[in-house]
């Protein structure tokens, strides 16, 4: 992915476009490749240190219990972001439970949105703590 996003233009959305409907468990969006390119040589040398071993070892990407309380989370931070909303880890907790609500999902069949499950989401959509 990253060589294919430095071949056509350098553009970070156009790679997600490019990537999402190719990998669409992954939903590629901007934020998770400008975190790729952050940590390019990283990524480029677990590529070729798990190459060189005796067989290929590929990451297999984390499947969501709840993909889409996951989607509309996605789709609502990305609006939120842009609204310039406060992004606290109550609104998020918040949030994750009324759309768990819409969809129907019962109680007993809730993540335990734990403290460990807000930093991989703030992670996952690029989210920071500013001062």
Same mark, same amino acid.
């Given at each position: 992915m990253l060589d294919w996003h430095h071949a056509n233009g350098k553009n970070q959305s156009k790679t997600a476009q490019h990537f999402n409907p190719i990998y669409p468990n992954l939903k590629i969006k901007q934020p998770l490749v400008s975190a790729w390119i952050k940590d390019e040589e990283k990524w480029r040398k677990e590529w070729v240190k798990t190459s060189m071993g005796p067989r290929h070892v590929a990451k297999q990407i984390c499947q969501t219990q709840h993909p889409i309380v996951t989607e509309m989370m996605d789709l609502w931070v990305s609006k939120a972001m842009e609204d310039k909303i406060l992004l606290t880890g109550e609104v998020l907790w918040q949030k994750w =439970? *009324? &759309?768990?609500?819409?969809?129907?999902?019962?109680?007993?069949?809730?993540?335990?949105? =734990?403290?460990?499950?807000? =930093?991989? &989401? *703030?992670?996952?959509?690029?989210? *920071?703590?500013? *001062?």
């Open positions: =439970s *009324k &759309f768990a609500d819409l969809v129907g999902i019962p109680e007993d069949a809730r993540l335990n949105l =734990s403290d460990g499950w807000l =930093s991989c &989401f *703030k992670v996952r959509n690029g989210l *920071k703590e500013v *001062k």
